[in-house]
């Protein structure tokens, strides 16, 4: 007859269950994780294609002279014009990306590199409603006023290089 070692038995049972959990549990949270990573992506994509237009017509708006498709108020705007500077300001309040902000602890979800561009998308954001807002101050000459309209220039288009990166990384496969 045959001894079975009931103990060794259970163990092995209780191994082969735990094993079972472990993978039913590993991939519930790959399924959870996907469908996370679709929902937020289809999220920001919404945000940054709204940010992308916006940085667009700021652009227009601020075309240097020698810019082709110069029709925007750069080419008449001056250091006194106080409107014309308000309306920068105004369009770059118009700016932003709130559902990478709001989902910032849930970027994880993403690769590295689309996490690190989203990232880098907000901080351009960021720097570039600064430099609207710069458009505000009392400037001594228009010398300054060039300088501000130049760095702006410069900003919006990091902001608008990093938005198209960002928007290409997410888009659905």
């Not at 994509?45 to 108020?73: C, M, V, Y």
């Not at 609207?132 to 309209?149: D, K, N, Q, R, S």
């Amino acid at each position: 007859m045959c001894d079975i070692d009931w103990g060794a038995l259970g163990t092995w049972a209780a191994v082969v269950v735990a094993l079972a959990i472990a993978v039913e549990d590993k991939i519930f949270r790959r399924v959870r994780l996907r469908s996370e990573r679709v929902a937020l992506a289809a999220l920001i994509r919404a945000d940054l294609s709204l940010a992308l237009f916006h940085l667009n017509e700021l652009a227009r708006e601020t075309a240097a002279d020698e810019h082709p498709h110069a029709h925007g108020i750069a080419d008449s705007i001056t250091f006194e014009d106080e409107q014309a500077r308000a309306d920068i300001v105004r369009r770059g309040e118009l700016i932003d990306v709130p559902a990478i902000r709001a989902g910032a602890d849930r970027l994880y979800v993403f690769d590295a590199d689309v996490s690190k561009s989203l990232a880098e998308v907000v901080t351009a954001i960021r720097a570039l409603k600064i430099g609207c807002e710069i458009m505000t101050a009392p400037v001594p000459e228009h010398a300054v006023f060039l300088g501000f309209m130049d760095a702006l220039r410069a900003t919006l288009g990091d902001a608008r290089r990093k938005v198209s990166s960002a928007l290409q990384r997410l888009a659905p496969n």
